[in-house]
């Protein structure tokens, strides 16, 4: 049984799962079977079907992730986003405007300017860190607001105790994608957000090997989500309910180990000579540094960089670089070091990335679990002239 006083990392074993075990398995069996015995049951939604999203497979993970983030209610389903673009479509209609923010996820930006818009929906952008240029951007249809935790690949903590107060003092929905942050790190119902989003690809599963997403937030909203969900069709197939499941049980033992080796890789890096940026809200320089310390309990697993020298010298770093395999993605066990310029952000013009700040030089680091010591040392290496 998990109570309320009980850690995250007792929730991440206990939370969610079947009261009485299952034939008396430990850990929960895959139920590979499409559908159901009919059960008396009223309505479409209530039917047992994988795409109804609500197999043993699916309703353990939506109790398990409502508690790890102190919500209502939890969604899985097929990637980050499908979950995103879900949810964007179940909670508004055509007409309706949101603000969001200026440098977001590559596919939910491209999603929002490219599919969103078309079918009637308005936007505009905001910079999550000047409160005092929001309200300008309110229109009377405005019903939403949509922001990261950690933003891509520049790593800045957006001002994100005001942006909730400015949501809920405005009627609108307050939504974030705490990919980045993970829930050991952030939870956003603790700070008055009412939907928080997740590719679950990324640091709840932590193996790089499924594609997978999540909502998480109030329950009157996440009603909506599923019967959006079942519409639009993409739910989470069992098998890979089954891997996230067991992929989170380490989440925070994970995570923790990533803020702790991220932290260390950003002070080496500041303090080498061939380095001339490194963006990491961990260290005391950066801009949004006080916020991140008071939102955050860790400062999350990615780091990102210049090198002295430029486009030439991030390209030699790359190639001589041993223990980091050079691959887009994130959250792994694996360390994973790429050029947002190639990868992430291949999406935007080059005009589009100069304006956000994304050289073609960056390199982003997402740190494993690997030990920090040969990590440092192949930087070094890798560094050497
Ligand atoms: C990867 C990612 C997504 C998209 O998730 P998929 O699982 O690839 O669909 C959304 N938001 C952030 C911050 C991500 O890193």
Known sequence: MIHETHHIDTRLIHAGEPEKRICGAVSLPVFQSSTYEYAGQSSYDELKYIRMNNTPNHEVLHKKLAALENAEAALVMASGMAAISTTLLALFSPGDHILVQDCLYGGTQDFIVSDFVPLGFQFDFIDAD???????????????????????????????????????????????????????????????????????????????????????????????????????????????CFLLHRGMKTLALRVRYQNRSALAIAEALVAHPAVDRVNYPGLPDQPGHGRARELLEGFGGMVSFELKGGLEAAERFMQRVTVPIVAPSLGGVETLITRPATTSHAGMSAGERQAAGITDSLIRLSVGIEDTRDLIDDFENALKK
């Open 130 to 240: 000047d409160p005092a240029s929001w309200a300008s951007k309110l229109k009377p249809n405005t019903r939403g607001l949509y922001v990261e935790t950690i933003t891509n690949p520049l790593l800045q903590v957006g001002d994100l105790k005001a942006l909730a107060a400015f949501a809920g003092a405005n009627g609108l929905i307050a939504m974030i994608d705490n990919t980045f942050a993970t829930p050991v790190n952030f939870r956003p119902a603790e700070w008055g957000y009412d939907i928080s989003l997740h590719s679950c690809t990324k640091y709840l599963n932590g193996h790089s090997d499924i594609v997978a997403g999540a909502v998480i937030g109030k329950d009157t909203l996440l009603k909506k989500i599923a019967h959006k969900l079942i519409h639009l069709g993409g739910s989470l197939d069992p098998h890979a």
